[in-house]
């Protein structure tokens, strides 16, 4: 195509020469990273009463920094019966919290908390930390087995029993065929255990798998503030005359504003990532980087994987959305012909989308479709999903979304072509 | 080399802004006259290409006006273009080169000779924005010249000229007028009397004087007499 290389980067210096997109990335870099910030501000209080002393006060910066630490011991070890047992002889201690109900102002409720006996770890950092280590592993446990099953008779047989029939349910729950439950058996059967505990449940890798999806509105964003406008407003400028009559002006021109339009929106995206990335990392530390996503997500999930590779899939997966968000707003701008319409619209989209985050799973099709769209993709529901794409073989929705995402682009490109091409009838 | 009009006519709503004009226009200067509303800017888009027809058909040379071919071979002044304001000028024609088809060698010869055509070169690493409006006249007429066309139209081209650039900026479309076709749309009467050979008057979509004038005859006078205005102006 003659001149292209040319005219996109032309189409590029258009673009950065909008200050609007510059200010809207950097305030979307500063929310990406103030994210895990907010994790470190702020204070723990311990009234006098419990301590029977002075109130305890940490600040939540000194929390994570100490619980980095494992003041408890457990990182590395198995998740195995030892380790159920010691917890559960940790967890002794019940306390009874009265709360209100939920929608009922007028009602309370009891609720039972069972915790490491604070008497016994003392009323310290590392005590908090000590209670808070074992309390997450008695969680892991007691989400599978039940209240009921957590006593001295409880073994790693058992909870590892009770993660499978977890799972069944969930394939039931999926609606997924005989082909789909057997695939996913095949890939639990990789799954080594007892799984190795981390000692560090709160790390960054987690937090950045955790809050990816928040980066991905992030991302629709800032498509949307920089690229609604990107074709109407040649019009706007009154230079789409000059333009529609040059020779390229057709098929090299599109070609190079749709690909000037899918650099800005993955380098947008790319920084926005980044920044979050940073922000989890560098403040809430790395430490949880090889720990399995049963431990620190879902235990029924059937697949090996670390949280480290879950929250690299995950952004990944989003930059790649970053190309069809782009496509997407560009079709809508060329649509409307107008770059406030074009916002408007997008914005209305990307409303519903955060609106509806789920269609009802007896609608297997529609709600697989739904929960694929990239705006809609992700949280930690793309955990819990385990249907299927049948595309030659069987894919995982982590699999099969950047590839339909992909065609989308591509289809989204011809209609904006298709688009730009007829024309002007006034 | 011939610019054929067939029947072209261009409808919006009620209004017929373009009504079953047909030409054809050898080589020289078509100087095109009419009153605001009587369908010259309209008839100008639709030989460029921008407006779709609602009937009839321009072609030059045999190449339909919606080919790559003919776009290839056009120049076109808007009367009323934009710009990018944050491009400096030498930036804006080598975009537009980059759209005419030219090369990057060809794109930087032209730019930095129409540049000093139509006096631009001082200002040429300076920002569009800055310009006066003279100034962005004289680039775009600068962006039309890139790629040598042999069909030119130009929708007032000398508006927002000084006089001495406005007598530049003639005696250059009448060298032009020698190789290629131009149709010159224009308010001022004197820039289609010094240069054109043929002259349209356009009235209500439809052409109401198509050919040369009396040369001893004045051409205001000449044009207000199709609107049967010379009694008011005597």
Not at chain 1, 166 to 192: C, F, I, N, P, S
Not at chain 1, 369 to 390: C, E, I, K, Q
Not at chain 2, 110 to 132: H, I, N, P
Request: proline share 4%.
């Amino acid at each position: 195509m003659r001149n292209f290389g040319t005219l996109y980067r032309f189409e590029l210096k258009k673009l950065c020469h909008r200050k609007m997109i510059w200010v809207a990335l950097a305030i979307l870099a500063v929310a990406a990273v103030s994210l895990p910030v907010t994790q470190v501000t702020g204070k723990m209080y311990v009234s006098n009463d419990a301590t029977g002393g002075e109130d305890q006060v940490w600040t939540h910066y000194e929390l994570i920094r100490r619980q980095r630490q494992d003041p408890a011991g457990l990182d590395g070890r198995p998740l195995d019966t030892d380790l159920i047992q010691e917890t559960i002889g940790e967890m002794g201690y019940i306390s009874r919290i009265t709360m209100p109900v939920a929608g009922n102002d007028n009602a309370e409720q009891t609720v039972t908390v069972r915790q490491a006996d604070p008497d016994e770890l003392g009323w310290t950092l590392d005590g908090y930390i000590i209670r808070g280590e074992y309390g997450d592993i008695y969680n892991t446990v007691w989400s599978m087995v039940g209240e009921e099953a957590m006593t001295e008779d409880l073994t790693a047989e058992d909870y590892y029993a009770a993660v499978d029939a977890e799972r069944a349910r969930g394939y039931v729950g999926w609606g997924l065929t005989e082909g789909e439950m057997a695939w996913w058996d095949a890939q639990a059967a990789k799954l080594k255990t007892p799984l190795t505990v981390t000692g560090y449940p709160d790390g960054g890798w987690c937090n950045l798998a955790e809050t990816a999806y928040v980066a991905n509105l992030f991302i629709f964003l800032f498509a949307i503030i920089a690229l609604a406008g990107l074709f109407p407003m040649e019009r706007q400028r009154r230079t789409d005359a000059l333009l529609q009559c040059a020779r390229n002006g057709k098929t090299p021109l599109y070609a190079a504003k749709f690909l000037a339009g899918l650099t800005a929106s993955f380098c947008g995206g790319l920084v926005i990532l980044l920044a979050m990335a940073a922000g989890c990392l560098i403040l809430l530390g790395p430490e949880d980087a090889t720990t399995a996503v049963q431990q620190l997500i879902y235990p029924a999930y059937p697949a090996p994987m670390t949280v480290r590779q879950l929250a690299l899939t995950v952004c990944g997966i989003y930059l790649v959305a970053s190309l069809c968000h782009a496509a997407f707003v560009m079709a809508v701008g060329l649509c409307t012909r107008g770059g406030t319409s074009a916002m408007a619209v997008c914005f209305g989209a990307m409303m519903l989308f955060i609106m509806v985050p789920a269609l009802p799973q007896s609608r297997r099709v529609l709600g697989q479709v739904w929960s694929l769209l990239p705006a809609v993709f992700g949280n930690m529901g793309a955990v819990y999903d385990t249907r299927l794409v049948h595309i030659g073989g069987y894919l995982t929705n982590f699999q099969a979304a950047p590839l339909l995402w992909l065609v989308l682009t591509a289809a989204l490109a011809a209609l904006g072509l298709a688009l730009h091409r007829r024309v002007a009838r006034k | 080399m011939e610019l054929t009009i067939d029947r072209l006519s261009k409808q919006f709503g009620p209004k017929i802004a373009v009504d079953r004009v047909s030409l054809r226009l050898a080589p020289g200067v078509t100087g095109l006259l009419g009153p605001n509303g009587a369908g010259k800017t309209t008839l100008m888009r639709l030989v460029c290409g921008i407006l779709k027809p609602t009937a009839g058909m321009v072609s030059f040379d045999g190449q339909d006006v919606g080919s790559e071919e003919y776009r290839a071979g056009l120049g076109y002044l808007p009367q009323d273009f934009g710009y990018y304001p944050d491009f400096t000028g030498r930036d804006f024609l080598l975009y537009m080169a980059a759209m005419k088809g030219l090369d990057k060698a060809a794109a930087r010869r032209k730019s930095d000779e129409l540049l000093a055509v139509v006096g631009l070169s001082d200002v040429q690493k300076k920002k569009v924005k800055t310009y006066s409006g003279g100034m962005r006249q004289r680039l775009g007429i600068a962006q039309a010249l890139l790629n040598d066309p042999k069909l030119l139209v130009l929708d007032e081209p000398t508006a927002g000229l000084d006089p001495k650039e406005r007598v530049r900026f003639r005696d250059l479309i009448a060298t032009l007028g020698r190789d290629s076709v131009v149709l010159l749309s224009t308010h001022i009467v004197s820039d289609v009397e010094h240069i054109a050979g043929r002259v349209l008057i356009m009235k209500d979509g439809q052409i109401v004087h198509d050919g040369a004038w009396d040369k001893h005859e004045d051409l205001e006078k000449f044009y207000l007499a199709q609107f049967g205005e010379e009694a008011d102006h005597a």
